[in-house]
Each structure stands twice: as structure tokens, then as C-alpha cells.
């Protein structure tokens, strides 16, 4: 896993606190318009964030965008997406349910990308 700038973990899934999940995609999509790379950690239950369209129903209103337009801007500025292994195991789900443009990455990679990152966030 390749390192990066800045670095957003999530722990909140679809069933959870929502504002911190738009809190978190509006704050890395900040990072890379200011041309940061930049990745997001869906850690425990986030990891359900990590399947195709997920986003698509979370909107918070006013002052945040809809979590799906935030994540649209966030990949078409390259920024990447990371689901941990054992999170998803523990929440029954496996590789193939992910959506193709995430990576799914170890406890090792979330300590990597996090030791290397000149910032992180941690929403939990």
C-alpha cells in the first residue's frame, strides 16, 4: 500500500452517525483539492460503506453536500479508498463485495498509512 498525505479513518456504517461519515468525506475531499493524495480508512462498521452505492441514500442537509457527490469529487481527485480485511470479516462480508475501485488492506497497511501520513483523521 502505497502511502499518503493525509489520511481520514471512518468507523461509522450506514446505520450509524452520519454526519461523521459527510463530516469525513468533506474534509478529505478539502485535502485533495488542495492537491494532498489522500486516502480513507473504512474501518469496523464503516467497512459497510465499502460496498457499491452505499453512500448514495446519506445526505445530512445543509451546509454538506450529499456523501455521494462528496464521494464522486473525492475519486475524481484521486483520492483513494481503503477497507480493512478483518473489519469486513467481522462484519460478514468479503472482497468481492466491495466496490472494484477500493482496496482492501491489513491491520499492517492501517498502521503504515497512518505512521506516514503528515496528517490524519480520526472520526470515530
Request: charged share 20%.
Amino acid at each position: 500500500m502505497q502511502t499518503t498525505d493525509f489520511v481520514a479513518t471512518l468507523f461509522d456504517g450506514p446505520q450509524g452517525d452520519l454526519s461523521k461519515i459527510t463530516i469525513g468525506l468533506t474534509m478529505a475531499v478539502n485535502a485533495a483539492r488542495k492537491g494532498h493524495s489522500c486516502t480513507i480508512i473504512l474501518m469496523a462498521d464503516a467497512v459497510l460503506l465499502g460496498k457499491p452505492n452505499a453512500t448514495d441514500p446519506i445526505d445530512i442537509g445543509p451546509a454538506f453536500k450529499p456523501a455521494k457527490d462528496l464521494l464522486e469529487e473525492y475519486l475524481s481527485l484521486g483520492g483513494k479508498i481503503a477497507v480493512c480485511s478483518s473489519c469486513m470479516k467481522h462484519n460478514n462480508m468479503s472482497e468481492a463485495d466491495l466496490d472494484p475501485q477500493y482496496l482492501c488492506i491489513t491491520a499492517s497497511d492501517v498502521i503504515d498509512l497512518t505512521m506516514n501520513a503528515k496528517g490524519t483523521l480520526q472520526i470515530a
